[in-house]
């Protein structure tokens, strides 16, 4: 025969007939809580990662990493070096002469020279945001985003193969009806060099671990 329990006690946390006694491996009234807090396993509601499975602090850069960020940026230079180059040619110069002699009264009230000006602006403008988009790419790779990686991949494909394309004519103008072209010497190749480097930097064993661990970083965090 049991004996009633006195008026305002409770039962011992292990007698089964306290209501709020601890289940066998459960976390009932009385349970010991997980270490630190928070929850069983150290791992968050949501979170992919667990406490022991990401890394603890920012993942250190690699040096492949950092020499893929400088031949996108030596890259983007060179392009906009080599657009330099091709504004400044003499050919330019034999166009304007040449649509001068043909119509020596212009097109429409502008002069062949003004034409061409325009062609050169445009040309060294276009270059300019693609070097600059390069450079952003180029940065947000440097930071671990292996999106950035993806989108520097596949331009720099299609830059690698316009780059060793034989070609013998850098830049034209169509006036009148007839189209001028420049033959200056190409330097497309060293850009295409840099960026065939620059790939190959990113996808070396150091640098996908980095990409790897950069992401396990940045969505544990947000469970902190």
């Known amino acids: 025969m049991s004996t009633p329990s006195q008026p305002g006690s409770w039962p011992p946390p292990n007698d089964p007939s306290n209501p709020y006694a601890a289940a066998p491996g459960g976390s009932g ?27 603890a602090s920012k ?77 952003f790419f180029a940065f947000m790779m440097w930071n671990g985003r292996n999106w950035a990686r993806i989108v520097l991949t596949v331009l720099g494909a299609l830059g690698v193969i316009s780059a060793f394309t034989p070609s013998t004519t850098s830049g034209s103008i169509t006036i009148d009806n007839t189209t001028y072209t420049t033959t200056t010497s190409s330097y497309n190749w060293i850009t ?10 990113m996808y070396l064993p150091a640098a996908n671990a980095y990409f790897r661990d950069s992401k396990a970083f940045r969505q544990a965090a947000k469970y902190r």
């Open 29 to 55: 009234y009385g349970a010991p809580s997980a270490p630190g807090g928070g929850y069983p396993g150290g791992a968050y509601p949501g979170g992919p990662y667990g406490a022991a499975g990401a890394p």
């Open 59 to 135: 993942p250190s850069r690699p040096g492949a990493v950092t020499g893929s960020f400088l031949m996108w940026v030596l890259g983007a230079v060179a392009a906009v070096v080599s657009i330099l180059l091709l504004v400044n040619s003499p050919d330019w110069d034999r166009i304007v002469a040449d649509a001068v002699r043909n119509n020596p009264d212009g097109f429409n009230g502008v002069t062949p020279q003004q034409l061409v000006n325009t062609v050169k602006g445009i040309l060294i403008g276009v270059f300019v945001v693609f070097a600059l988009l390069y450079v």
């Open 192 to 201: 295409g060099v840099l960026t065939l480097i620059a790939i190959v930097l």
